[in-house]
């Protein structure tokens, strides 16, 4: 049989339990996972990528599943060098159609074999995003119900 590998690429600044849950979705139907952290020039994140990964490997510990890697530039020119059509992205709201839309469009028109297939979260997870754990953490608030244990700890050590 055929191993089937999917590329779940994004910020990751942190990890949130909303990320957790689609790359449990994702690894029901995918054999394996490369979730990969990148970093957009526009946005200004609030850990740098090492931290991101370090976070991430300690999130999914123990998943064989799963492999946590870094890239610069474009997705296309990455799953070109990886070998790979299939990219995950989550789908919180209406929302994020739009943006989720307009990625996976230019993508396809790049890369013509690119497939990018969402899964929603559940629906406690639907108002969770990255930007919200970092807003609640820089007014030193409660963030325990939205991140892992390894976050928290890395969020209270700043
Ligand atoms: P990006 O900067 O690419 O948006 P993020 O790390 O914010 O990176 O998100 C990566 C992907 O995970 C995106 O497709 C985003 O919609 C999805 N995502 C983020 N938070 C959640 C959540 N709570 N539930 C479902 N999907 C999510």
Redesign the pocket.
Known sequence: MKIKTAI??????PI????L??IRRAGKIFDRLIVSV?T?SA?KPMFTVEERVDMLRSALKGNKKVKIERFEGLLVDYLRKKKVNVVI????AIS?LE??FQIAAINRTLYGGVETVF???RQR???????VVRDIAHFGGDVSKLVPPYVIKKIKSR
């Open positions: 779940y690429p994004g910020s990751f600044d949130t339990f909303g990320h849950d689609i990148f957009h946005k992205r989550g789908l919180r994020d943006y989720e899964f929603m979260p997870y639907t108002y969770l995003s990255s930007s």
